[in-house]
């Protein structure tokens, strides 16, 4: 749980513990001190703030996923959507929520990422969808937005690959591999197996006979 105010960790903490079947193994006050916890805990959930003071949340997002763990990272934050939705799924976060309703929603996007699905509020969405429909076919997000796991997910994936089957010629876990997918979908609007390989031959990363 990483959030500069104590008195916020303390709260969600609080929150979350009471629920039953979830325990708070570390928390951290900067983006520095996630990477490193992220790192020596290997949680299955991070809940990152976006402001700190020093290495920011969307930083700390980029440089925890990098470490190729499995944990799934959900934001939580007081900032609108408009100015930090994009910055935080690019760098790789499973879900995103507003503060403001963090009693009534946390469990359930909790519960959507831990399944290795992405999460987004109906505005959230909606955002993503409205700047989708104003940049059109120019904006239109490629291969270049996707690291290179992510891209090998894509490939394996679009070629008729189960979950398990990926994680063994990735050489990583089923579970993180279902993260990179999800990361995947999130950052291309893409919902079915169908749109993937749509996708995995636009790019080039298919041929047709395959």
Same mark, same amino acid.
């Given at each position: 749980?990483?959030?500069?105010?104590?008195?916020?960790?303390?709260?969600?903490?609080?929150?979350?513990?009471?629920?039953? =079947?979830?325990?708070? @193994?570390?928390?951290?006050?900067?983006?520095? /001190?996630?990477?490193?916890? &992220? %790192?020596? $805990?290997?949680?299955?959930?991070?809940?990152?703030?976006?402001?700190?003071? =020093?290495?920011?949340? @969307?930083?700390?997002?980029?440089?925890?996923? /990098?470490?190729?763990?499995? &944990? %799934?990272? $959900?934001?939580?934050?007081?900032?609108?959507?408009?100015?930090?939705?994009?910055?935080?799924?690019?760098?790789?976060?499973?879900?995103?929520?507003?503060?403001?309703?963090?009693?009534?929603?946390?469990?359930g996007a909790m519960e959507a990422i831990v399944r290795g699905h992405s999460y987004l509020p109906r505005r959230a969405a909606a955002l993503l969808a409205h700047r989708k429909r104003q940049g059109?076919?120019?904006?239109?997000?490629?291969?270049?937005?996707?690291?290179?796991?992510?891209?090998?997910?894509?490939?394996?994936?679009?070629?008729?690959?189960?979950?398990?089957?990926?994680?063994?010629?990735?050489?990583?876990?089923?579970?993180?591999?279902?993260?990179?997918?999800?990361?995947?979908?999130?950052?291309?609007?893409?919902?079915?197996?169908?749109?993937?390989?749509?996708?995995?031959?636009?790019?080039?990363?298919?041929?047709?006979?395959?």
């Amino acid at each position: 749980m990483v959030d500069d105010h104590k008195v916020v960790r303390a709260g969600l903490k609080a929150m979350l513990e009471s629920s039953g =079947g979830i325990d708070v @193994v570390g928390e951290a006050s900067s983006g520095e /001190e996630a990477v490193d916890k &992220a %790192r020596m $805990l290997e949680p299955d959930i991070v809940i990152m703030d976006l402001a700190m003071p =020093g290495m920011g949340g @969307v930083q700390a997002t980029r440089r925890i996923t /990098e470490l190729g763990l499995e &944990a %799934r990272i $959900l934001v939580l934050t007081i900032h609108d959507e408009d100015e930090f939705l994009v910055p935080a799924l690019d760098a790789g976060a499973a879900g995103f929520l507003n503060k403001s309703v963090a009693d009534t929603d946390l469990m359930g996007a909790m519960e959507a990422i831990v399944r290795g699905h992405s999460y987004l509020p109906r505005r959230a969405a909606a955002l993503l969808a409205h700047r989708k429909r104003q940049g059109g076919s120019k904006s239109k997000p490629g291969p270049e937005v996707l690291s290179a796991q992510e891209l090998t997910a894509v490939e394996l994936y679009a070629r008729g690959f189960s979950t398990r089957e990926m994680a063994e010629q990735m050489f990583l876990s089923p579970k993180t591999v279902e993260g990179y997918l999800a990361r995947t979908r999130a950052k291309l609007d893409l919902h079915t197996r169908r749109d993937i390989v749509r996708f995995a031959l636009e790019a080039g990363l298919l041929r047709r006979e395959d």
